[in-house]
């Protein structure tokens, strides 16, 4: 464990100073690639250049603080955790004995044992009494509880869900019970206003046969009055004829009667 630790160390040092390595490199190459044209240019980028070290070496050394700032915190953190790491192993292993010992009290109980279970019982006890595992124990114990809560929690999930459930197939249910009640009701309705239509058609339709025998009754006394009146009229008009006939008769027997009575005065 710390040997891989110094290891650790060395890569995150290492990783450090590479970008510094680096940047060393391509001022050097740019200072190199430069072509001096003149003395004095020379001087001045001389001057630059040694004002920029200045400069970028108060930097670099706060960086290297940093990187061992960084360093030492990072070692702190493996410590800890290694330790941490150390501890939870010989936890499980001593919650393993615990375990051991405890079914081993519950098989020497069962066998009729007694002093070889209290005596198994009592080494699982006894490991449990190390410092070490009572925060352990405060973990397991929590991380029970939690599971337990979960469980719990999981359990009135699901109760609830089944409750949604079948309160969602209930009003399911209700509307369907409610839809099939309306489309009933629809039903019955279009069958009544069918009905109503028909009794109003056949209203209209006797009342049409009635205006309609009306109207040939009606025509027919027109007509038979139309024939009484033609009757009537032939009849007056033949008695007409007939009176004339017989003026005409009498008229013609008077003058006969009248020439005859004429025709004897004459021959007297």
Not at 190 to 203: C, D, G, V
Not at 234 to 239: G, I, M, N
Request: proline share 1%.
């Amino acid at each position: 464990m710390r040997i891989r630790k110094y290891y650790i160390l060395l890569a995150m040092l290492f990783l450090y100073s590479v970008p510094f390595v680096f940047a060393d490199e391509d001022v050097s190459k740019e200072e190199i690639a430069q072509p001096s044209i003149q003395d004095e240019t020379t001087k001045d980028k001389a001057v630059v250049t040694s004002e920029a070290i200045e400069k970028a070496a108060p930097s670099y050394s706060m960086r290297l603080k940093d990187i061992i700032q960084q360093a030492q915190e990072g070692i702190k953190r493996i410590d800890k955790e290694l330790a941490e790491e150390e501890i939870r192993v010989r936890n499980q292993e001593r919650e393993a004995k615990v375990k051991e010992f405890f079914d081993k009290g519950n098989a020497l109980h069962k066998e009729g044992d007694l002093k070889g279970a209290k005596e198994a019982w009592q080494n699982a006890l006894n490991i449990t009494k190390d410092p070490e595992m009572r925060s352990y124990i405060d973990q397991a114990d929590k991380k029970a509880r939690q599971e337990d809560q979960a469980k719990r929690q999981a359990k009135e999930k699901a109760r609830q869900e089944e409750l949604s459930k079948k309160e969602a197939e209930r009003k399911a249910k209700l509307e369907a019970e409610r839809k099939a009640e309306e489309q009933q009701d629809r039903l019955e309705a279009e069958k009544r206003e069918q009905a109503r239509l028909q009794r109003e058609a056949q209203r209209q339709a006797d009342e049409k046969a009635r205006e309609q025998a009306r109207l040939e009754r009606e025509a027919q006394r027109k007509q038979e009055a139309e024939q009484r009146e033609r009757k009537r009229a032939e009849e007056k008009a033949k008695k007409e004829s007939e009176r004339q006939a017989r003026i005409e008769a009498d008229k013609k027997v008077r003058e006969e009667a009248k020439a005859k009575e004429e025709a004897k005065q004459e021959s007297k």
